[in-house]
């Protein structure tokens, strides 16, 4: 019977292509939707976004108006609850929100190593820790740009040598160039001796994040500068909020996707099975019961979607992996990554369409009136 | 007792304001082994005949027993069952199925069996070779001649060896010459394979290969000549479609 469901696909083959590629078009979307979506999540949730802190200037936004102090992290490391400080200078060629952001950060390359979920898979971190203009990339970068150990890369004022690319379990950092601080510092037109974007502060793992914050802005509002310390992930939130809405937005985009499949695979399976609802009269005048009529044309409906889904979700998880895509605004990054989650979703999603868009035209074929149908032309 | 047995069956259709009956209140008994015809004018009730003795219409009234099975009380997916292991439907227009070969058309009704695919594939071969199609098995219905056509489609009613068969004119849509080899195929399907065969045709010469030959016209059976057992010819009244005689339809002797 499963060869009666494969051969009427084959023989209406230009019917089921189009409709398999548009379900493939469709899912495509719907997996690159959720992996923003799960970009998106990622910053804000996890241990990297709950566990430290990003200390910024009080009522500052972009990276390049926020200048604090770079002494300000020995105050900081006073403070209970505090297990290292981190003092990050960033630069970015684009404040507003872009999908080509290139962001250093500048920090003591030590720290970097010894505090950064980071590893290298080129080049070594003692090159990038003896030489001044040394970098290295993150590999979303480093894939988008093409870049590899060894270049020169320049953009802007700044000029760096590719010291080496790496990964992170945190994937909106591999949109990172991280550099030495001083050398951030001292790029002309910054103009930052001694001066810093933000601190990160790293927690004891005993610490109240909301307190400590607190207690960071309260003790440093003594200073030259007031602060505004918040949860990193909350900090990258609101950071991107135009974005976040934007993506909030977005996913309905990713249900209008499983709509249009649905539509797109029910069309064909009504059509396919009006075509030959005489066929269907004549199945149940042999023996074939109304329910495994039925069956096949949920079988019908179902590698239609299952088929069309599979690849749209396969070439977006490709893409994705290839792509290294990213979005981004005033220094912080969301990175589309593929996952086996969205990999998972988008097989089920694309079962459970396609066994939902066989179902009226499967009553339709199981309850035919077979008489009525024998008797048509 | 007959094989089928319709007591009391009556059907009517709606069109608009009108009812039509066709059947009203009809009695027939077909024993095991018969070949029976049924002949009569365009709209007198015998595809709906048909479709009642099959089980894929339901009589307005009385019932319907095949082989001691009252097929007028089982459910829709019983009665698929029931087809499926009783019943072979030879169609005018042969409806096979387009995307599927010969062997695969007739191949069709075994899968609903439980058979081992050694059994499935012998019975789907003998059944071909029955009707004189082996070497034609790989092909599709659009590559078959129209009386090759209706032999696959004779080859899929018997393949499950079913009780009954019934054929609404089987050769309506054939010449001459491939109308005579149906006849005497399925002649022999009921002399050498002892099938019972109910066959509706508005060929008289078809019909004449029957050892049975009713008449249905407006609501009543006509026996005619044909009666091997009688001997008598010309055609006689057996039947009167009144609401109340129980004893409508009766065989002679
Ligand atoms: N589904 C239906 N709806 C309405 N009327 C029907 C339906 N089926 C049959 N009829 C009517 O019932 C009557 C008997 O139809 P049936 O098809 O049984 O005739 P028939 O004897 O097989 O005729 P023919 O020799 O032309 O095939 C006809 O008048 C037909 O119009
Ligand atoms: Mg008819």
Redesign the pocket.
């Known amino acids: 019977m499963f060869t009666y469901v494969l051969k009427t696909l084959w023989r209406h083959r230009t019917r089921t292509l189009l409709t398999v590629t548009g379900a493939a078009v469709a899912m495509f979307v719907f997996c690159f939707v959720g992996s923003v979506q799960e970009g998106l999540q990622r910053l804000t949730t996890g241990s990297d976004a709950d566990r430290s802190l990003i200390v910024f200037q009080e009522n500052r936004f972009c990276p390049t108006t926020s200048r604090l102090p770079e002494d300000y992290s020995r105050k900081i490391k006073e403070i209970p609850g505090v297990r290292d400080v981190m003092p990050i200078q960033v630069w970015t060629n684009n404040c507003r929100a872009s999908l080509d952001i290139v962001v250093f950060n500048g920090a003591d390359p030590q720290q970097i190593q010894s505090t950064r979920p980071l590893t290298l898979t080129a080049g070594d971190w003692q090159s990038f820790s003896t030489q001044r203009d040394a970098a290295i990339v993150g590999r979303n970068v480093a894939q988008r740009r093409g870049l590899k150990t060894g270049d020169q890369f320049s953009i802007g004022d700044i000029s760096v040598k590719v010291a080496g690319v790496f990964q992170s379990t945190v994937p909106s950092e591999e949109n990172l160039i991280y550099t030495s601080l001083a050398f951030l510092q001292y790029t002309r037109g910054l103009d930052a001796a001694g001066l810093v974007t933000q601190h990160e502060v790293l927690l004891t793992d005993d610490a109240d994040p909301d307190r400590v914050a607190s207690e960071i802005d309260a003790k440093l509002r003594a200073g030259s500068v007031a602060t505004k310390t918040r949860r990193k992930g909350a900090f990258q939130a609101s950071t991107l909020s135009d974005l976040v809405d934007l993506i909030g937005f977005a996913h309905w985009l990713g249900y209008a996707c499983v709509g249009l499949v649905l539509s797109l695979v029910a069309t064909t399976t009504v059509m396919s099975v009006q075509d030959r609802i005489k066929e269907y009269a004549v199945l149940q005048t042999i023996g074939v019961r109304p329910l495994r009529a039925m069956r096949l044309v949920l079988t019908e409906s179902t590698i239609l979607c299952l088929v069309g889904g599979i690849a749209g979700t396969a070439l977006a998880m490709t893409a994705l992996a290839i792509g290294g895509f990213a979005i981004g605004a005033e220094g912080a990054t969301i990175a589309f990554r593929p996952s086996i989650g969205l990999a998972v979703t988008g097989a089920l999603v694309s079962l459970a369409v396609g066994i939902a868009a066989g179902l009226a035209p499967a009553i339709q074929a199981g309850t035919v009136p077979i ?2 149908a024998l ?1 048509q032309a | 007792m007959a094989l089928v047995e319709l007591r009391g069956v009556s059907k009517s ?1 709606r ?1 608009g304001d009108e009812t ?1 009956t ?1 059947l009203d209140d009809i009695d027939l008994d077909i024993d095991a082994g018969d070949f029976v015809s049924l002949m ?1 004018p ?7 005949l048909l479709n009642l003795v099959s089980g894929i219409d339901r009589p307005d009234s009385g019932t319907i027993t095949v082989d001691g099975t009252e097929v007028t009380k089982l459910s829709r997916s019983k009665l698929a069952d029931w087809r499926a292991a009783n019943l072979g439907y030879i169609f005018q227009t042969h409806n096979l199925i387009p995307v599927l070969t010969a062997y695969e058309n007739v191949e069709l009704p075994t899968l609903l069996l439980k058979l081992s695919s050694t059994q499935r594939r012998q019975r789907v071969e003998l059944a071909l070779e029955a009707v004189g199609l082996s070497d034609r098995a790989d092909h599709y219905p659009r590559q078959l001649s129209g009386g090759q056509e209706q032999r696959v489609g004779i080859a899929r009613a018997i393949v499950a060896h079913p009780k009954v068969v019934v054929a609404d004119e089987p050769t309506g849509s054939l010449d001459t010459e491939t109308s005579e080899q149906v006849q005497i195929l399925l002649q022999r399907l009921n002399k050498e394979l002892d099938i019972t065969l109910l066959m ?1 045709t ?1 060929d008289s010469d078809a019909a004449s290969i029957a050892s049975r030959q009713l008449m249905l016209d407006r609501g009543k059976f006509l026996e005619r000549g044909g009666d091997k057992e009688m001997g008598r010819q010309g055609e006689r009244e057996v039947g009167v479609g009144n609401a109340g005689d129980s004893v409508a339809i009766k065989k002679f002797g």
């Open positions: 008489v009525n008797r | 259709f069109k039509i066709p009569g365009s709209g007198t009730g015998k595809s709906t509706v508005h």
